[in-house]
């Protein structure tokens, strides 16, 4: 980040109240509710790090593949909570969807909506 002029993320209070707020709640439902945000968070995670690893692939490589080596944590995240609950399920429908939902409001409070316009660029441009 200082070799990059960035600064950190201002808004981890909201990051960490968030995911506290979100593991309790979750975590009412027991093992599922807790495997059902874990896939809901990855899936989130994962297709906003891939609109990164594109946007940064010919403006910043090494950025690229310090994303990558993130993405590649979380997709193992991903696949063991895949492989643990139903998706199917209404119920993990939606709860996943909420999570998700809830997910997607972090991330743009956390980049003041940068994400939602980077995403609007990325789709334009295919």
Request: glycine letters at 6%.
């Amino acid at each position: 980040m200082p070799d990059r002029l960035a600064k950190p993320c201002r808004a981890m209070v909201v990051w960490n109240t968030g995911g506290d707020l979100l593991g309790l709640l979750t975590a009412a439902f027991g093992r599922f509710g807790v495997i059902v945000c874990t896939a809901a968070v990855e899936r989130t995670v994962h297709r906003h790090l891939v609109e990164q690893i594109s946007y940064l692939a010919n403006r910043d490589w090494e950025l690229a593949e310090t994303i990558r080596d993130i993405q590649r944590e979380e997709d193992a995240h991903l696949a063991f909570a895949e492989a643990n609950h139903n998706p199917q399920s209404v119920p993990a429908r939606l709860l996943g969807a909420f999570v998700a939902m809830a997910t997607e409001v972090l991330i743009w409070i956390s980049t003041r909506g940068d994400s939602a316009i980077l995403r609007k660029q990325l789709s334009a441009a295919h």
